[in-house]
T-cell receptor, first 117, second 116 residues
Framework: AQKITQTQPGMFVQEKEAVTLDCTYD???????LFWYKQPSSGEMIFLIY??????QNATEGRYSLNFQKARKSANLVISASQLGDSAMYFC??????????????FGKGITLSVRP | EAQVTQNPRYLITVTGKKLTVTCSQN?????MSWYRQDPGLGLRQIYY???????DKGDVPEGYKVSRKEKRNFPLILESPSPNQTSLYFC???????????????FGQGTRLTVV
């Protein structure tokens, strides 16, 4: 079974500073994918970034980067130059990557990020 | 613009009155899925579909039906809604390669359903 753990309480960051949101995972599958989503107060789930278990380099998408440490089973999200619009709930998720397998996303409980002006 | 579109965004209904939540994606994704999000329980998968006419149960399928007659559409049907199905529902679609690699997973805007 797959499990995602997000244990940080609500996080606060000053506008324009960087922030790291922690995520650890557990799986016995050798092939998996890791995802981060943003859920603002309006409720939609916004896809931010993806990292494959066999990817050699950390994923980056604009101000988002994923600090992937496979041996530690961690996939932390780094947001650089925080903006007020980054205030939201952030979810870490993972899925199996085997042919024929259900690509179900297993989610963590989420972390609330508040950006201070 | 690549997107997953759900309708309606908000719905209040009464117990037992059949309803359908529609979901459509324009990315030619094979894999589609429905989740519900509840406080303290996170997101849980209801049903999924690997391709047209291929559907299967997720973790919490009771009380729900789905169909996948076309690649782009994946409606969620509640034949006889009950108050415990009050929740925030998401449709999602993924690009799924023959290797099984799934590198994109996009969600619809969500449907807030209240059953009274």
């Amino acid at each position: 079974a797959q499990k995602i753990t997000q244990t940080q309480p609500g996080m606060f960051v000053q506008e324009k500073e960087a922030v790291t949101l922690d995520c650890t995972y557990d799986t016995s599958d050798p092939s998996y994918g890791l995802f981060w989503y943003k859920q603002p107060s309006s409720g939609e789930m916004i896809f931010l970034i993806y990292q494959g278990s066999y990817d050699q380099q950390n994923a980056t998408e604009g101000r988002y980067s994923l600090n992937f440490q496979k041996a530690r089973k961690s996939a932390n999200l780094v947001i650089s130059a925080s903006q007020l619009g980054d205030s939201a709930m952030y979810f870490c998720a993972m899925s199996q990557q085997n042919a024929g397998a259900n690509s179900k996303l297993t989610f963590g409980k989420g972390i609330t990020l508040s950006v201070r002006p | 613009e690549a997107q997953v579109t759900q309708n309606p965004r908000y719905l209040i209904t009464v117990t037992g009155k059949k309803l359908t939540v529609t979901c459509s994606q324009n990315m030619n994704h094979e894999y589609m899925s429905w989740y519900r999000q509840d406080p303290g329980l996170g997101l849980r998968q209801i049903y999924y579909s690997m391709n047209v006419e291929v559907t299967d149960k997720g973790d919490v399928p009771e009380g729900y039906k789905v169909s996948r007659k076309e690649k782009r559409n994946f409606p969620l049907i509640l034949e006889s809604p009950s108050p415990n199905q009050t929740s925030l529902y998401f449709c999602a679609s993924s690009l799924r390669r023959t290797s099984g690699m799934n590198t994109e997973a996009f969600f619809g805007q969500g449907t807030r359903l209240t059953v009274v």
